[in-house]
């Protein structure tokens, strides 16, 4: 059972309202270039909107570390802290495999998103595998992301960092 997200302020509702009104290019390129040290809820309102393209879905499943949780057969064996990110893969694995998201046409490719392999699990034991369907490329067109940062177009990002202050 996940952990309930507590209310947004106002700099977490500034970009949810954003990425409400996103398109589907501009999720993506947030999904791919946001930070996600400040913790997954952000992600979480993305995923938890159908109308999200599912080539996003996937970048996320392979960003939040789906091969390092690949080591735990269960909700069980993780740490508490570790727990809600295991259950949001598995939500993500099962929304995917029902077609729970949109497509946009956006392409991933978990084997080399910008020459990064995300499928590559350096050895590490596997408990409980990725599936396979989770390994395939999304065909589509790729997302240019320039004019961003953090995943955010540039206007956006200012007035966001200026509420988070």
Known sequence: MSTPTPEPDAAEQFLRDFLQSATPQQRHTFVRRTSYDSGDATIRF?????TTDRATALAA?????ACYYSRYASADETT????????????IEERYAAGFWADHGIAF??????EIDWT?????PVARPVPDAMRRAVPGQPVDD???EDGLP??????WTALAG
């Open 80 to 91: 508490d802290d570790e727990r809600p990110t295991w259950e949001l893969l598995r939500t």
């Open 154 to 159: 540039l206007d956006v990002h200012l007035r």
């Open 120 to 124: 590559d699990d350096y050895g590490a």
């Open 61 to 65: 499943y392979w960003i939040l570390g």
């Open 146 to 148: 320039g004019d961003t």
């Open 46 to 50: 993305v995923l938890d909107d159908p």
């Open 109 to 114: 490719d978990p084997t080399d998103d910008d």
